[in-house]
């Protein structure tokens, strides 16, 4: 059966279940009917099936005609417990904890139950000796079903929460890769037709077919882009293990046509954490340098002390800059990466050149 908020079905909010007792237990006040008079017989079955009626448009309303019944139902049962009151009580514990799963407001709820109070008050007053088996049958069948009702909602809600966090993580994490790995290799590949179109062998026809080529490369990177924003969400971006060296990544870089170059100063290897950041910093320099300064040359600096760990990528700016396709997904995911290290991230321009500083300090060390 499906669901919506809350619990409810979308059809009825008496499930299978809660039918299919409802009707037992009614059943078994009607083979009491020679016990029952002809009004306390319609009254007996009549009630529930007036609060089930009311359970999908008015909950607190359903809940009241319970809460009635109830303490109406201590004038048949203060000497005695019938078989037909026991059926009667069990069934309105199911119609109070439906209503308990409703989307009910609490004060509603809260004058029903001031509303039961009076009624046991006004019992007092018709016989006294009813009032504590009323007041005990407004608490049993009435009050504590519907607290387990929304107890069991409020359990639901959190289920659900959790669910929607662990799914937009999911989203993050794929926003993520699609970004890190398709966006990277759609940048080198609009590089590398990029100077093919510009070779001096290549004949107009050939030259035409790289430059739509190129031309393909920038609109998919600007589709993806859009994705990653649907995908995002404006959830953090988490960490994945490393694919390659930062050597490696620079080295395709410049068989693309990049002008870039390495320079790496201290040990190569690197803590896991640092290692991934550090990857993750130079890889979106590098793509950000293809889409915003094509042409220009790119230096990588990486200086590994004890303490932490330096990278700088410089890059110089043509005299227009252009404007690439993206949405600072990057820049936002490099900063979630930078952040959770416990380093910082310096980006900043001067007249000839674009600079991304990151300081990454070792776990464990000042």
Known sequence: MRRSEGGWSRKSPVPPWALTSLGALLAVVAFA??????????????APVVA?????????????VCAATAVTMALAVHDS???????????????????????????SVMAVFAAGAVLVVLLVLVEAEAGATGLLLLVLVVVLPWFLGRSVRQQTELAAAAAERVHLRERA?????????????????ALRAGALEIAPDFDERHRAAVAQLRDAAGAATE???DIIAV??????????????????????????????????????LLPPLVDQAVHGVVREALTNAVKHAAGSAVQVRVVNADAATVVTVTNTLPPRPRRGAGGRVGLVALR???????????????????????????????
């Open 52 to 64: 089930v009626a009311l359970l999908a448009k008015a909950p607190p309303v359903s809940l009241g």
């Open 231 to 268: 995908l995002r969400d404006g959830e953090p971006a988490p960490l994945h293990p490393v694919p390659e060296h930062v050597g490696d990544l620079v080295e395709r870089a410049a068989q693309a046509g990049l002008a870039v170059s390495l320079e790496w100063s201290g040990p190569q």
């Open 33 to 46: 009917h020679e016990e029952l008079g002809g009004w306390a017989l319609a009254g007996a079955l009549s």
């Open 223 to 225: 589709r993806l882009t």
């Open 336 to 366: 979630d990466r930078i952040r959770s290290v416990g380093g910082t991230l310096d980006i900043s321009r001067h007249d000839h050149t674009f600079e991304v500083v990151a300081v990454l300090p070792h776990e464990g060390k000042p």
């Open 81 to 107: 417990v019938p078989p037909w009151s026991a059926a009667l009580g069990v069934a309105l514990c199911v119609i109070s904890f439906l209503a308990g799963r409703g989307p009910s407001g609490s004060a």
């Open 173 to 189: 994490r794929i926003a993520h890769d699609m970004h890190d790995s398709l966006g990277h290799e759609l940048s080198l590949l």
